[in-house]
């Protein structure tokens, strides 16, 4: 079965721009979640949704924002980019804790920000 | 704060050897770790988890052991091969909750 998907692959944005990541989970997958990766900061938690809900939200700043929709697939907007904001932006999905709690990733959008 | 930590950047062991990837944690509420193999560009690919029930858990060539008094787990892979260079990362969880908790990774060569 197919995994995790993010589009785009690649995108480079100009400072100030706003910008939307998208995931499509794997099929099944009730939950989401998001994580930032830089070079500095290692791998960061952003966000999780599980059935259209923000589940909790890590120590970002409101500019990132997040979504899930009725059939899970989500999306992530980062608005005013700054710099800073240049990572690996990775989607993990998930079922239900009950199932299990293996959390699959998919390959990631990489964003520049210039 | 960094509540998952891998203290070794990086570990460089022969073919055929044992690797050991060690992990900390800070968080007595974790009760779910998992570890992930990564290549650059990549996301990363899940290798195994234990829950904070158990104190190992096999698959294949990967083993991974919890000591919940000492906050501390590891990864052993027998026998390492080639193909298992890349970063490993380290993460925990809470339970509801699947948002992760990374340690900053350890990059494991392995020489032929």
């Known amino acids: 079965k197919a995994g995790v998907t993010q589009t785009p692959r690649y995108l480079i944005k100009t400072r100030g721009q706003q910008v939307t990541l998208s995931c499509s989970p794997i099929s099944g997958h009730r939950s989401v979640s998001w994580y930032q990766q830089t070079p500095g900061q290692g791998l960061q938690f952003l966000f999780e949704y599980f059935s259209e809900t923000q589940r909790n939200k890590g120590n970002f700043p409101g500019r990132f924002s997040g979504r899930q929709f009725s059939n899970s697939r989500s999306e992530m907007n980062v608005s005013t980019l700054e710099l800073g904001d240049s990572a690996l932006y990775l989607c993990a999905s998930s079922q239900d804790r009950a199932s299990g709690n293996t959390i699959y990733f998919g390959e990631g959008s990489w964003l520049t920000v210039v | 704060d960094q509540q998952v930590k891998q203290n070794s950047p990086s570990l460089s062991v022969q073919e055929g050897r044992i690797s050991i990837l060690n992990c900390d944690y800070t968080n007595s509420m974790f009760d779910y770790f998992l570890w992930y193999k990564k290549y650059p560009a990549e996301g990363p690919t899940f290798l195994i988890s234990?829950?904070?029930?158990?104190d190992k858990n096999e698959d294949g060539r990967f083993t991974v052991f919890l000591n919940k008094s000492a906050k501390h787990l590891s990864l052993h892979i027998v026998p390492s091969q080639p193909g298992d260079s890349a970063v490993y990362f380290c993460?925990?969880?809470?339970?509801?909750?699947?948002?992760?908790?990374f340690g900053k990774g350890t990059s494991l060569l392995v020489t032929p």
């Open positions: 234990i829950s904070s029930i158990k």
């Open positions: 993460a925990a969880s809470r339970m509801p909750s699947h948002a992760l908790n």
